[in-house]
């Protein structure tokens, strides 16, 4: 029974494409439906549209629905179309006229928007302390095998000596930057859009502070028909940071696949990480890599879709937001299990020091004699060329005793992760009381 | 049991991860990856390294699991990776020994471009079917409204004169240009990989051209590493045709969206095909188009999710390429949905002539009346700068003899609807003619 | 003369290739470069590389191209490939050996870096203030037009009573979130890069915080890889920011071709912002509002470019990042333009108040109505269903009265421009304030 | 002075806005938009709106502003928007009255539409044939270098023994493939727009199959709206077919990347092609192939961006489709210079054969192995299994002489060059006599 029925039936053909697999997809969002719908009775009953006996009933309904989510027993049905529907349907099941109260002053736009936001938060969380999990794993490599020499690349050639250490730290303090962004963007869609309805109010005198407040939002997001067209937006600012975390995967994938080629042997994976094949015995390869760094342009194509789905759209709900959602939930569990993946591989990456030391030849340490050759006084453009011209000049050093010599900010002698460890920790103690606050507000809202 | 066990188990958390939605989505492909093995095991048998009743006993096992997998009864199970590995530990179970031959001579890599391209003809066939059916419902929608006037827009702005006849022809057309792309698609795609093998070919003397023969393959993909690089490539040529079908249906709803907008009017749905809403209960809301528009761009992003994925990758095999079958795989159902939702609703669009009519405002008739100068003798552009000085001075015409007198090739008056017509018919015939080629191979392969 | 000649010349069609438009577009950056190259050179005369009267000549003669840079007579020559090598051979011209000591420390790969982040600050300050126009011309119109109704549609069907002030206010706050992220990919790029050199840092003993401080950065980029591999990152997500503010345009601007079309009449647009047509004498077409629309999709196609080049790049510098320079200039430099037209149109938009009312018809009423039957103690679905089973039950009211009584937060009666005001002021305040410690800085390097 | 001008001047800033890069970009237009126009003459000429006289004069002023055009001499004006208003107004200039005629029964809208098409189907002759000539280089490589054994990858792991002559067949083979997407993308936008006008064709009787003879067009395009609906449509089939060249050369570089890195030199690249860097001086980059690379992502991101741009429109001309014209452009000129700069380097590319022996090792033949097994009567499994476990009983062969043992189709002792070659020389003919075609049209339009 749809929520809008009025005398008429839909097509079958036509009803199944446009259900498409919201019931599957909106599974994920019933506790969040049910926590905004008792928030929303709350404040029916502060403006005397319920009295407080309906507002309890309907809370304990709604509670009941959770716990049934939560056991994995509530189903949405296709004839249900939503998670929306499914719970008004369930209500009235139960409550009777009381389940046909709960709708006013509301519409399924403003629903939407307020369960996308709930597990938008929640997921933001999860994924920055994953993000924390995958910086941690990777300063402490880099702690390990700070002094551990490797060829600098650019240009895929060698350039000079790196290490193994300022390899690592720099993905961390990458990852750390993106916290930046999640924390922006998590700011951002912390709006409460309970209120907007269909994208122009309600003529009922509804208390949009009250709501937010129950819900724990950082502020109502006030003009009724901005929350409606941030449907879209806001996942597309979700999905540009996802896809900074993804990309910084990616390159380190891409680097680690490299450094355990047989070429080159800085690392090998343990085995348990290594699919085979069907027809050649000896392989070993790195798949979870491989495939996290194809997943950087899955999530990059998420939010691709979701930017030209809504790019010249006009105002107002369109039927078109609706495929916004997949995009977004795949690219929070894409990314998450990305993460997870990841950190577990690096933390268990072996390194093989001879190789690694094995790898230096006397070219990559052409630059440091060009600048030997300044402090002796001879203009640096003059040093270059003269050891451009006699590269043969150049003599093998000690690589480990070269990296530890460089000791001025981030470099090699010098990487500064406890500034990075530092940061871990501040963020993991902001993310904490995010997460309280929250479980404190459910508490008060399903609570006797 | 992975066809590459050797002595070691994978992480579990990788493991998940690795395999991925690989099991759902290989259910497609079953059949496909048995009349592939048949062909092999017949093409092993003419070389010598199977018995003939080696192979009597194999194809039978084949067809049995084939008549399985149509009654969905045999399942790809996590552990088992892929469907070439749920086939293969199947015929083991079954055959002992002899299951273990089947292998020889090939990888699961060019078993996947195999089953792939199989599935991928057929789709192509599909499609091109329920391209020919919105083209025939666009013919005779245009013929039935070829003299009900529209006003034609440009820059969403009334321009001159146009009708509903011109307006559906000008699609009709497009999708037939559509359809030479998916010949040469199909042209492209339909040639044989198997026996390139991990890319490099194997120490048999195997007979590549038996098997791409009793396949109804175009003709053996020489170059054995070709094979291997072309897996996504291929991918994105289908995809590129797609999205052209795709982007077409997407102009078309916006359109329709437009025309049965309440300040048009020229066009309603039936209200079976409208979706209400939650809040507001005068509603019917034209949801399907809005949803094909919307997945215009979802299969847009799907072609540059593959495109992203194998554009920078080195030659032969790497695992980022499994993440391009999902997209594959969705880009035709999506299609197909989209089509099949498109042809129905478009079929049932009720035209008000009267709404068409009204619609009309002098202005529109401003450029013929420019001509009309111009055949009088004055210059072109001194009679548009004319009319332009005095607009007042176009009066209104009868829109229905101004478009049928407009009477050049393709004008409003003179249709050519045909030549669509007879087009239509001759693909159809080419569509059925490859449709029955490949039925006649399929039951040699699998008959007794 | 290339810095890094050493015998050999360059095939020519490989050189233009490899050059591209770099000369031109690095006419942007010769000030920024000659800036970081005074603030580099003070630092070596702080730890003994040059004299002080080494730095005072480097410095003049680095001022002295400033000017000529801003008098628009310094030009990079293809033969000099890119502004440091232009600018290092300026200087050898002038001051011989002197000028040939100012690269040490350092590599084309931290200047360029250097001079991006300088550039980007600077032009990311811009936008800012741009974005605040905007904001502002559209809160000075939702303020004046607050209370003429127009038909709000969902789906592009009418819903509900809206207004042109509800409709302006809406996008003053989408851009106005747009400023943060504004602020935080400002914080984020504003981290120094100088002494990073190759990647690898250098075996000098070089103050990096000297610099960045007479730079006015906000602090060092730490470690020297990762400074690096956010080439190409940090102009991800710059673009991601651009994109925000082109998606807000764009659906502004096809509300604004829908509003102004003849079917609607809302808005008019001043002729002087309408091309014609070369055939029809009587069209004033709303071009500039379709250019920004389609622009959008170009800054998009910006960002996705940046994304792909880096998402599967090895670690260090890889030159696809030149790659990547043209798109972030375009970038800065279309949504630039586009906010400029776009605030200088909408700001002598003109309204037809009567147009607009008359656009109102019954149905809009609908849902008021229910919502009047549940006052009156009617659960809402059931009174949703009456309703809808009796839609001529709705009658017309004042369009003017119904919106002026909606007075919750952020609906019709109560848009809340003020809010929007405040952090308009407050934000022009946190620019002003950068944009002086910059002007502070850049006086203090340049001075005597 | 613009076409269009009745009375107004537009704003000044929306002017340049609007105009955008159109004069730039319009001037590779100048000769296809006269030959068009002296085609439309002749038509005119032949249906009575312009005499024998009429016709001569225009066509003389025309081949005059040909000539111009092509000694660089006539420059299109800011103030002349486009190139079909720059000769409009040297029309009038020189032939008073009679300059105002030729625009009679035509838009501009059709009139840039012809103008990309001519100039499209020169493009797409001249890329296949640089196609043609990287194929050449390839075959003729894959001929030098056959029996070159390099260790064959899969997942960057060393897989089995291949050649460098089946990697180049490889790409020659996919850059064939390509050709048939060319022709068909050739044959697809091979149609004539002429006289569809502002998209409602006109009120006249022009002969629309004598114009599109007159330029050598396989056919009218029929339907007038289709021909203005397939702006941007024929655009972004047109960049699929360049994308599908881009990602090959991509493939390639990132193989010659590796392939020349010192960890592997198989291959070097003559210093010629090698740019150097500032700091390192041993460094010889290599950028062209990395630009390439990253070039594959540019064409790729124009073809995205033409995608987004027309997704959504409504039928008719809409102003977006003007910023689908630099991509356009761009897409052929990057393509051609990448190809060009691909085949140079490509053919002087040094082969270093004891590098690529002295990179194989024994377990490059565990798969022989399992295969010899088989050949002895063990089942492919089980000969898997033990060699599996077993690695050290793999034995090192002679590399050179194994890829000469693979004898079947597309292997490394069979790589069917001939065919490739063969199929190269027959595509030459087919353009060529498309190029000889055109030419003789182009002499009967100019001659006297």
Redo the contacts between chains.
């Keep these: 029974m749809?929520?809008?029925?009025?005398?008429?039936?839909?097509?079958q053909?036509?009803e199944k494409?446009?259900t498409?697999d919201d019931p599957q997809l909106d599974q994920a969002l019933i506790s969040y439906d049910c926590l905004g719908s008792i928030a929303h009775a709350k404040m029916l009953e502060k403006i005397g549209?319920l009295t407080a006996d309906d507002y309890q009933q309907l809370k304990e309904a709604l509670c009941t629905i959770i716990s049934s989510a939560e056991a994995g027993t509530f189903r949405i049905q296709f004839e249900d179309e939503d998670v929306?529907?499914a719970v008004?349907n369930a209500l009235?099941a139960k409550l009777g006229?009381?389940?046909?109260?709960?709708?006013?002053?509301?519409?399924?736009?403003d629903q939407v928007l307020l369960d996308l936001r709930l597990y938008s938060r929640d997921w933001l969380l999860i994924l920055m302390d994953e993000v924390l999990n995958a910086c941690t794993v990777l300063c402490h490599f880099a702690e390990e095998y700070q002094f551990i020499p490797i060829p600098?690349?650019?240009?895929?050639?060698?350039?000079?000596?790196?290490s193994l250490g300022?390899?690592a730290?720099?993905?961390?303090?990458?990852l750390l930057?993106n916290l930046?962004?999640f924390?922006?963007t998590y700011?951002?869609i912390n709006q409460c859009p309970l209120?907007?309805?269909?994208?122009?109010?309600?003529?009922?005198?509804?208390?949009?502070?009250f709501t937010s407040d129950l819900l724990a939002f950082r502020d109502?997001?006030?003009?009724?028909?901005?929350?409606?067209?941030?449907r879209g937006?806001f996942e597309?600012?979700i999905l540009?940071t996802l896809?900074?975390v993804m990309?910084?995967l990616?390159?380190l994938s891409?680097?680690i696949?490299?450094f355990s080629?047989?070429?080159?042997g800085y690392l090998s994976l343990p085995?348990?990480?290594c699919?085979?094949?069907?027809?050649?015995?000896?392989?070993?390869?790195?798949?979870?890599l491989?495939?996290i760094?194809?997943?950087?342009?899955?999530v990059?194509?998420?939010l691709?879709?979701s930017?030209?789905?809504?790019?010249?759209?006009?105002?107002?709900?369109?039927?078109?937001?609706?495929?916004?959602k997949r995009?977004l939930m795949q690219g929070f569990e894409t990314t998450w299990?990305?993460l997870?993946?990841f950190s577990?591989?690096f933390s268990e990456l072996k390194v093989q020091p001879d190789q690694c030391l094995a790898?230096f030849?006397s070219?990559l340490f052409?630059?440091?004699k060009?600048?030997?050759c300044?402090?002796m006084g001879i203009?640096?453009?003059?040093a270059?060329?003269q050891?451009?011209?006699e590269?043969q000049s150049?003599s093998m050093e000690d690589p480990i005793h070269?990296i530890k010599?460089?000791?001025?900010?981030?470099?090699?002698g010098n990487?500064?992760l406890k500034?990075s460890l530092d940061k871990i920790k501040q963020t993991r103690t902001w993310i904490h009381q995010l997460q309280e606050l929250w479980k404190a507000k459910k508490h008060s809202l399903t609570g006797s």
């Design positions: 749809k929520l809008w029925e009025k005398g008429y039936k839909l097509d053909v036509v494409f446009m498409g549209i929306h529907t008004e009235i006229n009381l389940g046909k109260k709960l709708h006013t002053a509301r519409s399924r736009n600098g690349r650019t240009h895929f050639q060698r350039a000079m000596p790196s300022l390899w730290g720099a993905f961390a303090e990458s930057d930046e962004l924390k922006t700011w951002l209120g907007s309805a269909a994208s122009y109010g309600v003529s009922l005198e509804i208390d949009r502070a109502v997001q006030n003009n009724v028909l901005y929350a409606n067209n941030s937006k597309t600012v540009s896809v900074q990309n910084d990616s390159k891409t680097d696949i490299i080629a047989p070429e080159f085995e348990k990480f699919a085979g094949s069907s027809l050649m015995p000896q392989k070993r390869n790195p798949c979870p491989e495939l760094r194809a997943k950087s342009a899955t990059q194509s998420f691709i879709q930017l030209e789905i809504i790019r010249a759209l006009p105002s107002g709900y369109n039927r078109d937001f609706q495929e916004t995009p299990s990305s997870k993946v577990k591989i790898a030849s070219e052409a630059t440091d060009v600048l030997s300044v402090k203009s640096f453009r003059e270059y060329k050891v451009a011209m590269p150049v070269n010599s460089k000791t001025h900010l981030g470099a090699t990487l500064g500034q």
